[in-house]
């Protein structure tokens, strides 16, 4: 018997998790909400489903039993609890909350939930960085000594995602994630400089440079931004890198083996997180989900638990606080 599916937020990446659904073999799409009525009725419309206006209806008449929840962070934990009430299986989007408190308070609320839960963090299902977890962990690069990570965005992250959150927990946080877990230690110490900009009309960063240290001694430098212009070849620039006394493993990811030259200048699509083609959406996306569907079938715990989120996000908040001390700050 398949497993009935609900989608609870269908923007961009939302939509993306109802096709995935929609199309997995293990799944049955039975449901979507969105605050925005016309959206999800333009999602459900494409894909043959219901809508419903919360996730009090999708409950109690589709009957899932896993739900993508994602809505923005600010409206992320009302929805949770419903749908984790209810005895489903929950996979949520990143980040949590828009602050630690929250997030320690939707951690300490759903801790009740009997299903699975996994937040998404898509890098954790990406190939690439697999393999280099992989070669890290089996000790194929010696002793690791430095690590770095940038995620150079256009400027029109700022514009899309400005007014609701900001560039380090909706981008950066991918990044700070994936850091320690390719090396298998948590960030102890942060600090941080920032550039305002656009931005700074919300408070936040257009641009920050950050330096971390790592609880096994290893060093690391994180870059990331919303600055460039339309007109670069991909929608991000991208790269990550780990060095070590045996060697040295390096993603570039921008770059993904395709290129198109047009009127529109250089193009370069993505190939990796949420590609579309004839089996429909695939990638890291498709992966990530299809991991989640694992747990719920096997038991077993997934990638990305409530509390692994939980210390990530901290490490997003040592720095923003860094930014604004401009001192070192530990991390407990």
């Known amino acids: 018997m398949r497993l009935r599916a609900g989608v609870i937020g269908t923007g961009r ?7 995935v659904y929609a199309r997995d073999a293990r799944t049955e799409l039975v449901g979507v909400v969105d605050a925005d009525s016309k959206r999800a009725e333009q999602v459900a419309a494409e894909l043959g489903v219901a809508v419903f206006r919360n996730a009090e209806e999708l409950v109690e008449q589709a009957r899932p039993d896993v739900v993508t929840i994602a809505v923005p962070e600010h409206a992320r934990l009302e929805p949770s609890l419903v749908v984790g009430r209810a005895g489903c299986h929950i996979l ?41 977890q992989e070669a890290v962990q089996q000790g194929r690069l010696g002793t690791v000594r430095t690590i770095s990570a940038h995620r150079r965005g256009t400027a029109a992250g700022v514009q899309q995602l400005g007014p609701w959150t900001n560039l ?19 960030i102890t110490r942060v600090y941080a400089e920032g550039i305002g900009g656009q931005s700074a009309q ?41 060095i070590g006394t045996g060697g040295s493993a390096t993603i570039e990811g921008a770059d993904q083996g395709l290129s198109f030259v047009g009127e529109c200048g250089l193009q370069r699509p993505d190939l990796v997180h949420w590609p579309s083609g004839r089996d429909g959406v695939g990638g890291d996306l498709r992966s990530s989900i299809s991991h989640f569907l694992d747990c719920v079938e096997s038991g ?20 923003r606080e860094s930014i604004q001390t401009r001192a070192p700050i530990t991390i407990d």
């Not at 990446?13 to 096709?19: P, V």
């Not at 950066?172 to 390719?182: P, S």
Request: overall charge negative; proline content about 6%; glycine content about 8%.
């Open 202 to 242: 919300w408070g936040h960063e257009d641009a920050v440079v950050a330096t971390l240290q790592f609880a096994n001694g290893v060093i690391g430098s994180l870059d990331t931004s919303w600055v460039l212009p339309s007109s670069v070849p991909a929608p991000l620039d991208a790269g990550f890198k780990v």
């Open 168 to 186: 380090l927990i909706s981008t950066a946080i991918h990044d700070i994630d994936a850091m320690a877990w390719v090396i298998g230690a948590p």
């Open 92 to 132: 949520l989007e990143k980040p949590l909350t828009p602050s630690l408190a929250q997030t320690d308070d939707f951690v300490d609320k759903m801790a009740g939930c009997a299903g699975t839960i996994m937040v998404n963090f898509i890098l954790r299902s990406d190939p690439r960085f697999l393999k280099v």
């Open 13 to 19: 990446i939302g939509a993306l998790h109802a096709a």
């Open 300 to 319: 077993g715990i997934p990638t990305m638990t409530l509390a692994d989120a939980r210390q990530t996000e901290q490490v997003v908040h040592a720095i």
